[in-house]
């Protein structure tokens, strides 16, 4: 704290002598250790703020020590899953592909169910209890295993990701609620991601070694322990999370009580907002980077594979995990420094740059033939596409109305997962057949080189969040879009 007031004070006093003189205010080039110094200054007080976002936001670190739960459990249940559909299955890029798939696919159904869930209850009781059913679902796969069947376990795989696709809007939708000044918005984006991408790099191959020591039912009951923490955890907040309140549904109280017109009304208040306002095909900027990275779970597990030697394997599999969280924890951090909140044009940039660098890692890969080289690439490849995964989502959250966001990340939500399953199926069908990894890699960067162009052109005629509108001095308010006059 000491440290933090003498920042402010420096800062306090710096301003004012530049008020008081602008020209003794300015930097000199003659003197660039005093520019670098005050650079060096500004990075140390953008490094307080996160600290005192987690110091005074007590339900904000609540939330983050949920989802650091999710995190840890979600790694060790991705590496069983795998393992246990290497067992029952080995040497199958089909069966790997249809895991990743049936992860995916109930987006479709369950992901807009979800939104509008998180816009007509309170999201924070809402997470709770699907905690508490994921914390008993998980515990299936145990069962799934021990019967040696891989129907059972796609099955329970299945049941999990129905619950995974109606948390998920819950669980982004509730930041801006808990977090709503915008700058502290973008740390809490940024955390969150930090968070995940350190969690993914240290559990990726904690749970890789788990899964060769302890074995993978272990890392199943870890997962439902993590579960049940989560919930725990939550439950300590404070305050309602309810945003129906707000919405237009207040002149129809009656409304829950008839889901499947609540539903049809609610999707078409969805589709008319994002029709209707300016930023609405930024619902697709995600997708496009699903579809470049979709094929990397079946070729991770291609990688890592040792042909009759499990306990290898698996650390390997924890191992090129641990790369991916690498990069996904330096994507974040490095655009922080080049994107403003208060011009999300230039968020908007940092993903159509982030396109070209997975572009780049996708390359490096199909030309790596050793399993370290390919590592590397790994990181390079997401270190891209965490920018894309934290910043489209951070637009969204910025640019839309309240009432309305759960909905919009739902569908955000839906098409990223089918255009991952739709690739991942694609990939697993052609490794089978014959096609070697390196030409499906060199696929994927096609795409993430196509998509690249194609959004570098919509930016260009200021599509987007590129909208002059949406990129004054001032800080742009979400879009409301008239919701309680047009929808009714």
Same mark, same amino acid.
């Given at each position: 704290?000491?440290?933090?007031?003498?920042?402010?004070?420096?800062?306090?006093?710096?301003?004012?002598?530049?008020?008081?003189?602008?020209?003794?205010?300015?930097?000199?080039?003659?003197?660039?250790?005093?520019?670098?110094?005050?650079?060096?200054?500004?990075?140390?007080?953008?490094?307080?703020?996160?600290?005192?976002?987690?110091?005074?936001?007590?339900?904000?670190?609540?939330?983050?020590?949920?989802?650091?739960?999710?995190?840890?459990?979600?790694?060790?249940?991705?590496?069983?899953?795998?393992?246990?559909?290497?067992?029952?299955?080995?040497?199958?890029?089909?069966?790997?592909?249809?895991?990743?798939?049936?992860?995916?696919?109930?987006?479709?159904?369950?992901?807009?169910?979800?939104?509008?869930?998180?816009?007509?209850?309170?999201?924070?009781?809402?997470?709770?209890?699907?905690?508490?059913?994921?914390?008993?679902?998980?515990?299936?796969?145990?069962?799934?295993?021990?019967?040696?069947?891989?129907?059972?376990?796609?099955?329970?795989?299945?049941?999990?990701?129905?619950?995974?696709?109606?948390?998920?809007?819950?669980?982004?939708?509730?930041?801006?609620?808990?977090?709503?000044?915008?700058?502290?918005?973008?740390?809490?984006? %940024?955390?969150?991601?930090? +968070?995940?991408?350190?969690?993914?790099?240290? $559990?990726? !191959? #904690?749970? @890789?070694? =788990?899964?060769? *020591?302890?074995?993978?039912?272990?890392?199943?009951?870890?997962?439902?322990?993590?579960?049940?923490?989560?919930?725990?955890?939550?439950?300590?907040?404070?305050?309602?999370?309810?945003?129906?309140?707000?919405?237009?549904?207040?002149?129809?109280?009656?409304?829950?009580?008839?889901?499947?017109?609540?539903?049809?009304?609610?999707?078409?208040?969805?589709?008319?907002?994002?029709? %209707?306002?300016?930023?609405? +095909?930024?619902?697709?900027?995600?997708?496009? $980077?699903? !579809? #470049?990275? @979709?094929? =990397?779970?079946? *070729?991770?597990?291609?990688?890592?594979?040792?042909?009759?030697?499990?306990?290898?394997?698996?650390?390997?599999?924890?191992?090129?995990?641990?790369?991916?969280?690498?990069?996904?924890?330096?994507?974040?951090?490095?655009?922080?420094?080049?994107?403003?909140?208060?011009?999300?044009?230039?968020?908007?940039?940092?993903?159509?740059?982030?396109?070209?660098?997975?572009?780049?890692?996708?390359?490096?890969?199909?030309?790596?033939?050793?399993?370290?080289?390919?590592?590397?690439? #790994?990181?390079?490849?997401?270190?891209?596409?965490?920018?894309?995964?934290?910043?489209?989502?951070?637009?969204?959250?910025?640019?839309?109305?309240?009432?309305?966001?759960?909905?919009?990340?739902?569908?955000?939500?839906?098409?990223?997962?089918?255009?991952?399953?739709?690739?991942?199926?694609?990939?697993?069908?052609?490794?089978?057949?014959?096609?070697?990894?390196?030409?499906?890699?060199?696929?994927?960067?096609?795409?993430?080189?196509?998509?690249?162009?194609?959004?570098?052109?919509?930016?260009?005629?200021?599509?987007?969040?590129?909208?002059?509108?949406?990129?004054?001095?001032?800080?742009?308010?979400?879009?409301?879009?008239?919701?309680?006059?047009?929808?009714?």
């Amino acid at each position: 704290r000491n440290s933090m007031a003498r920042l402010r004070i420096g800062w306090n006093r710096t301003n004012a002598a530049a008020a008081a003189n602008p020209n003794e205010g300015a930097p000199d080039v003659t003197k660039p250790g005093d520019n670098s110094e005050r650079c060096a200054f500004v990075h140390s007080l953008a490094f307080w703020e996160y600290i005192r976002l987690l110091r005074v936001n007590r339900d904000y670190r609540l939330y983050l020590c949920s989802h650091i739960c999710q995190f840890v459990g979600g790694s060790f249940a991705h590496i069983a899953n795998i393992l246990a559909v290497e067992r029952l299955n080995p040497g199958s890029s089909t069966s790997i592909a249809t895991l990743v798939a049936i992860k995916m696919l109930p987006t479709i159904f369950f992901s807009s169910f979800g939104g509008i869930i998180a816009d007509s209850f309170d999201r924070r009781r809402t997470m709770i209890m699907f905690d508490s059913i994921g914390a008993v679902t998980v515990l299936f796969n145990i069962v799934a295993l021990h019967a040696k069947s891989i129907t059972a376990l796609y099955s329970v795989s299945l049941l999990r990701a129905c619950l995974s696709s109606i948390y998920h809007p819950v669980t982004t939708a509730i930041v801006p609620l808990i977090v709503p000044e915008s700058e502290d918005l973008k740390r809490a984006v %940024t955390l969150n991601s930090l +968070v995940w991408s350190s969690v993914i790099a240290l $559990g990726g !191959i #904690t749970a @890789g070694y =788990a899964g060769a *020591l302890i074995g993978i039912e272990a890392c199943f009951a870890i997962d439902s322990v993590a579960y049940l923490i989560s919930a725990i955890v939550m439950s300590l907040a404070k305050g309602s999370y309810n945003v129906a309140a707000k919405g237009p549904s207040d002149n129809q109280p009656d409304s829950l009580m008839k889901p499947i017109v609540t539903f049809f009304q609610m999707t078409r208040e969805l589709i008319i907002y994002i029709w %209707t306002c300016s930023f609405g +095909v930024l619902v697709f900027l995600k997708m496009s $980077g699903s !579809i #470049t990275w @979709g094929s =990397a779970d079946v *070729l991770n597990v291609s990688f890592s594979r040792i042909e009759g030697d499990e306990a290898a394997s698996s650390k390997r599999l924890g191992m090129i995990t641990s790369a991916v969280g690498f990069g996904c924890m330096l994507g974040p951090i490095v655009s922080n420094f080049f994107t403003d909140i208060n011009k999300p044009k230039t968020i908007q940039l940092a993903c159509i740059v982030a396109l070209a660098i997975m572009m780049i890692g996708w390359i490096g890969i199909s030309m790596m033939h050793t399993f370290y080289g390919r590592c590397f690439f #790994t990181s390079v490849r997401t270190f891209g596409s965490a920018i894309i995964w934290v910043n489209s989502t951070l637009l969204l959250q910025k640019l839309t109305s309240e009432e309305i966001l759960g909905r919009v990340l739902a569908m955000e939500n839906i098409l990223s997962h089918v255009g991952e399953a739709i690739v991942a199926l694609i990939a697993g069908h052609l490794e089978d057949n014959y096609y070697t990894n390196e030409e499906i890699a060199k696929g994927a960067a096609i795409a993430g080189g196509t998509f690249c162009v194609m959004w570098l052109i919509n930016f260009m005629y200021e599509g987007g969040a590129a909208n002059k509108n949406l990129n004054k001095s001032e800080s742009p308010e979400p879009i409301s879009n008239n919701l309680h006059v047009e929808f009714k």
